[in-house]
């Protein structure tokens, strides 16, 4: 059972949350996140990628804050996506001292900079964001274990290929997990890049 492989807080906060059995895709999946591989995770809608991306997220941090500077990020398509996964994250941060932050192409890059720079465990952001943010060193990327990528099929558009393909080329050392629905072919393209070595991990419906 993988959630009994998890942090202390995380069984509490699943327990409170009355979740007690881990879907077959967080059963596959979060032993090999844990693992610390590169990994790509595919399955459909409804499977408990999300919840696996958030459990995964915690686990490696150790569910308590550290430094300033983020040491996971987590990759979304658009402000409302980034919201919604903020709002999801909250409910398992409550009562820990991570500090989950969000930023998107609207909010002021400047304002962005600024408030990061107060600390952060944890930074959900869009690709261009986040380049934006690391072509002007508004984040540091020297503590940074963890970069996850939701409903990664976005990346297909080329702005947000471009954007990626920038951000990981800056950074030194790091886990990636890519979730999406399918493993669409320019997805695979990035084993050539920076998801060397990567593990898969697929359910179908």
Do not use: W
Request: proline letters at 4%.
């Amino acid at each position: 059972m993988p959630f009994k492989k998890l942090h202390a807080d995380i069984q509490e906060k699943l327990a409170t949350l009355e979740i007690t059995t881990p879907t077959p895709f967080q059963s596959k999946s979060i032993p090999v996140i844990k693992s610390g591989a590169n990994v790509y995770c595919n399955a459909p809608t409804g499977s408990g990628k999300t919840t696996s991306l958030i459990l995964t997220t915690l686990q490696k941090l150790k569910c308590k804050a550290v430094g300033n500077a983020p040491r996971a990020v987590v990759l979304v398509e658009n402000k409302e996506k980034a919201m919604e996964l903020y709002d999801a994250f909250l409910c398992y941060t409550k009562h820990t001292s991570l500090r989950v932050y969000v930023g998107y192409e609207e909010l002021h890059i400047d304002v962005q900079k600024s408030e990061i720079a107060m600390g952060a465990d944890i930074l959900i952001s869009t690709p261009k964001s986040m380049n934006k943010l690391f072509l002007l060193n508004g984040v540091s990327i020297s503590q940074l274990k963890l970069f996850s990528i939701d409903d990664a099929e976005f990346l297909s558009q080329k702005s947000s290929y471009a954007a990626i393909m920038s951000i990981t080329q800056s950074i030194q050392k790091c886990q990636y997990v890519l979730y999406s629905e399918k493993m669409h072919p320019m997805l695979q393209r990035f084993e050539g890049y920076f998801m060397e070595y990567a593990k898969k991990v697929a359910v179908v419906d």
